[in-house]
């Protein structure tokens, strides 16, 4: 039982991380139909910068801010920088493509993510990189024999306060319904005055500013950050992207958050070693018995 | 009446395909105008391409003396034209309080005149009242037509673009909806109306364009086109397809 709560936490700190990153695939999907697989990258990035920032900025920051002044900052930073890049990105290498169709736009998507994974290694160089130890809050927990870290109840914590944030926003205020709008009918959103480029604007500088800020959560949780670790979250994330039913704003939370826990799950009590092919087996799963995600046609509302 | 709009040798091409090929036309202030012609004849065509959604590759759009031409279209909706467009396109798991918040997004930051504009479509179409907080994608096909013109008049448009409003409601419907617009047009909205049903368009209309194959062949007022004998026979005449269309869902795609 206590291995089992222990093991639950767990997959929801890591399932809130695949949820961060999933809605990032999921708005661009709504939006453009696109999988933008560059998006993974953009979290590997700004783990690096939170990682160059926390390692430079760190003893100056701390002393006028605190530990966690010094963890914020570099969670501001790198979102704003990601917010600038997904801009830039989506001017080079998406928007000169739309008219040509969307396999065009994929292949371009794949290009971008190959460039980006590139710029990271030549920057930052192609070994891990750890996360700088006396940055990182290190605190056990005892709640009735569970054992938690400090850092996991605050990740927790902050990542379903994004969540709610972005659930918010899409689904109760004017703004959000204008962005649901556009996900349904482009041309009939635009016959409501709404502006297609504000749109593009919110996704593609939110997504990757959700990412980079998971990117940095994710370098504190697990120290170690790579170049390339960019696919394989970004194919989880992918993976409860369709779970919850792509385009589908709270579907991508939840199929994040699932995903977490049945990854870990099956970790403790099939076979750590095969956890990948856990996730993988449920993502065949669910395209076979139900492609439309578990949230299927009633609330697939695609954003 | 002042002149509201005014559309000069207008062409339009898909690709290859050209679906306007030179039209001309005008609508006064105040007024209801009617385009009328059979499927294909490139009347959703006129309407997108006045909406900003479609390039114009030839002539001129004039609103108000200022060119629409390469204007987008949230900018058009802003200048005071909105459309309410063929089949609906309601907004279907959005809600119809938020379908209607939405045809007021360029009037978000006037939030008296928004609540004022809800306000008329409430009374102009009480049953939407009645379901505010329900899907839109749940309301019949006559409730969502009524959706889809009040959503259009959120914005307090000076023009309405109206594309086939009684398309595939049973006939009761149809004379409603026929009177609303009516009442909309007394309310001070101008419309051009695109329009099927030729005899109600007409009987509402102060005139009207047929729309053949890209090209206007024949306008003048209601009652010059009603006692048009080719008109009566092709528009207005027996029209098994009137009846076919009238009583249930059209076949057709957008
Ligand atoms: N997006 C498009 N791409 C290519 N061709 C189009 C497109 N939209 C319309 N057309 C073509 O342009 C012509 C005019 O179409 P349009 O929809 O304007 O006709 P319509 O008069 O509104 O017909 P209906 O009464 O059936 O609605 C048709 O031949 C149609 O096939
Ligand atoms: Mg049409």
């Given amino acids: 039982m206590r291995v089992a709560v222990e093991q639950i936490i767990n997959g929801l700190t890591i399932g809130s991380f695949y949820a961060l990153i999933a809605l990032g695939y999921s708005m661009v999907y709504g939006i453009l139909k696109l999988i933008n697989f560059v998006h993974g990258d953009f979290f590997t990035l700004g783990s690096y910068l939170g990682y160059t920032i926390l390692i430079f900025a760190a003893a100056f920051i701390t002393a006028h801010f605190g530990l966690w002044g010094g963890i914020v900052c570099a969670m501001l930073v790198a979102a704003l920088c990601l917010a600038l890049t997904g801009l830039v990105v989506e001017r080079i290498a998406y928007r000169p493509i739309y008219p040509a169709g969307r396999l065009p736009a994929v292949v371009s998507a794949l290009g971008a993510s190959i460039v980006l994974q590139n710029a990271i290694m030549v920057i930052w160089g192609p070994r891990y990189q750890a996360y700088p130890a006396p940055m990182i809050p290190n605190l056990h927990l005892l709640f009735f024999g569970i054992n938690i870290t400090l850092l996991q109840v605050v990740i927790l914590v902050f990542s379903f306060v994004l969540m709610g944030i972005l659930y918010y926003i899409i689904q109760k205020t004017l703004f959000g319904a204008s962005v649901r709008a556009m996900a349904l009918d482009r041309d009939t959103a635009s016959l409501m005055g709404i502006d297609f480029n504000r749109v593009i604007l919110f996704i593609f500088t939110l997504g990757p500013a959700l990412g980079a800020v998971t990117g940095v959560m994710v370098g504190m949780y697990y120290r170690q950050i790579s170049f390339t670790m960019g696919w394989n979250y970004g194919l989880k994330a992918f993976t409860a992207t369709i779970l919850g039913g792509i385009g589908n704003i709270p579907g991508a939370m939840f199929g994040g958050l699932l995903l977490g826990v049945l990854e870990m799950l099956g970790a403790a009590y099939i076979s750590a070693a095969w956890k990948d092919v856990f996730v993988f087996i449920i993502l065949i799963l669910v395209l076979i018995f139900r492609p439309t995600g578990i949230f299927g046609e009633t609330t697939a509302e695609k954003v | ?58 002539g001129r759009i004039m609103f108000r003396g200022a060119p629409l031409n390469n204007i987008p279209p949230h900018e058009i909706v802003r200048m005071g034209v909105s459309q309410s467009p063929e089949g609906r396109k309601v907004f279907s798991t959005l809600t119809v309080d938020e379908n209607l918040d939405l045809g007021a997004y360029t009037q978000r930051k006037h939030i008296q005149a928004t609540a004022k504009a809800k306000a008329r479509v409430f009374e102009l179409f009480p049953i939407l ?126």
């Fill in chain 2, 1 to 58: 009446m002042p002149l509201l709009i005014a559309i000069e040798d207008l062409h339009i091409t898909y690709g290859a395909i050209e679906a306007l090929k030179g039209v001309s036309l005008s609508l006064d202030e105040g007024e209801i105008v009617a385009v009328l012609g059979a499927n294909g004849a490139g009347k959703s065509t006129l309407l997108n391409a006045v909406s900003g959604l479609v390039p114009v590759a030839r």
């Fill in chain 2, 129 to 254: 009242r009645e379901r505010h907080r329900q899907l839109a994608g749940t309301l019949s096909g006559g409730e969502q037509q009524m959706l889809a013109i009040g959503r259009a008049l959120m914005s307090s448009p000076r023009l309405l673009l109206l594309d086939e409003p009684s398309l595939g409601l049973a006939p009761i419907l149809v004379n409603r909806i026929f009177t609303i617009i009516r009442e909309i047009n007394d309310q001070g909205t101008s419309i051009l109306l695109v329009e099927q049903n030729a005899r109600k368009a007409l009987s509402h209309a102060s005139r009207g364009y047929i729309l053949e194959n890209g090209s206007l062949s024949i306008s003048g007022t209601a009652a010059e086109l009603k006692s048009n004998s080719k008109i009566q026979e092709a528009y207005l005449g027996g029209s098994a397809i009137r009846k076919r269309r009238g009583t249930g869902e059209s076949p057709k795609s957008p």
